[in-house]
């Protein structure tokens, strides 16, 4: 038995020693390449150990190129100067008393009858407490002649030249818009939250009834506007209140430099009175039509019944009415006078004073709107 092992070992030792006749094989196995990272790396670490000093920062506080690829170069880093926006109004000289600059687009919708308004940004804003960008701006938006409502942008902190970027929407008819138009005011909030006005702005919409383009445009501030950015006339006017009788009287004295489109034809005048009581018309009457002239003379007197107690919420609205015979009539302006809730300026004052002198006429000219 210990035989046949021996026998089937040796025989077993035979299959895998190999004859000495039989050629070997030269094979050798690739040498391990390091990851490129580890390779940047230590080139990093070669330069740093070559040219930094002992106290030199460590490997991971060194910057590396924001761009890499699985190879030999990277491409750098990306210069950020290159893409920035460049403002082409940085180098516009300003006149030394300036008062600013505004941006802003319009655009109108005639289907909705809206109003878009974009306020962009301001420049130039004066400083009024000395140094550099020491205002704190907003924007007011008045859809005149009506200052009693108006839309308003944020606030921004010490900021001469401010980017708002914020729309706004005003709800107007496109018969109205012709007669309409846009003032901005940017006020400034001083250390004792008083708000002031650095300056005004005006833009009239009539250009913006036939085009349904976007319109961006800049207008200089100015520390003092008219009510309106074209003259559309004037109307001297007289009024009287008898607190005893609760009677208001209303004398449509004359009318100078009423604009016609048609400068060889005078136009045919009239002028609309109406009393309204919490903005809804209560009566209408009108004067006799002066034809061919732009300086009509009227004199002619209204009387309606007002109790004094209704006086607060009640106001008159002169509205003068170019007559075109056989064609539709068309407003030419109108004046707006009444307490603080429907009038400003000049035509506050004189409700006030016919107010403060019962039964003493009040007369003066007032600038149609």
Same mark, same amino acid.
């Given at each position: 038995?210990?035989? =046949? ?5 040796? &025989?077993?030792?035979? =299959? ?82 300036? =008062? ?69 929407? *005003?709800?107007?008819?496109? &018969? ?95 002028? &609309? ?24 003379? *009227? ?28 064609? &539709? ?10 307490? *603080? ?29």
């Amino acid at each position: 038995m210990s035989s =046949l092992r021996r026998n089937s070992f040796k &025989k077993f030792y035979s =299959l895998i020693v190999l004859p000495s006749s039989m050629k070997t094989i030269p094979f050798t196995l690739p040498p391990s390449t390091p990851p490129v990272v580890r390779r940047q790396k230590s080139l990093l670490d070669a330069e740093l150990g070559a040219n930094s000093a002992p106290n030199s920062p460590k490997i991971s506080q060194v910057k590396r190129p924001s761009v890499e690829i699985p190879g030999d170069f990277a491409l750098g880093t990306i210069d950020p100067t290159l893409y920035s926006v460049i403002d082409e109004d940085d180098n516009t000289d300003y006149p030394p008393d300036h =008062l600013g600059r505004i941006w802003f687009a319009l655009e109108y919708e005639a289907d909705s009858e809206k109003l878009l308004v974009t306020l962009m940004k301001a420049k130039n804003l004066p400083s009024k407490r000395g140094g550099c960008n020491n205002c704190d701006p907003y924007v007011r938006i008045f859809l005149m002649p009506d200052e009693r409502r108006y839309l308003q942008s944020k606030q921004k902190r010490k900021n001469c030249n401010p980017k708002f970027e914020e729309s706004f929407v *005003f709800q107007i008819s496109k &018969k109205a818009l012709e007669e309409r138009h846009l003032k901005f005011t940017v006020y400034d909030v001083d250390r004792h939250k008083k708000h002031i006005a650095m300056g005004h702005a005006l833009f009239p919409l009539q250009p913006l009834c036939d085009n349904k383009e976007r319109v961006v445009t800049s207008r200089d501030l100015e520390r003092e506007v008219l009510d309106t950015p074209f003259h559309l006339g004037e109307l001297k006017l007289a009024l009287c209140y008898n607190d005893h009788l609760d009677r208001l009287t209303v004398c449509i004295l004359e009318g100078r430099g009423f604009k016609n489109n048609d400068e060889f034809n005078p136009t045919d005048s009239y002028v &609309k009175v109406s009393l309204l009581h919490q903005n809804k018309t209560v009566k209408t009457k009108k004067t006799d039509t002066i034809k061919k002239s732009e300086d009509p003379v *009227f004199n002619q007197s209204f009387t309606f019944k007002v109790a004094n107690e209704f006086m607060d919420t009640s106001s008159l609205t002169m509205t003068v009415v170019q007559h075109h015979g056989p064609h &539709k009539d068309k407003n030419l302006g109108r004046v707006i006078i009444g307490p *603080f809730m429907f009038s400003r300026g000049k035509e506050l004052e004189c409700w006030n004073t016919m107010l403060a002198k019962p039964r003493e006429q009040i007369s003066t000219w007032f600038n149609l709107t």
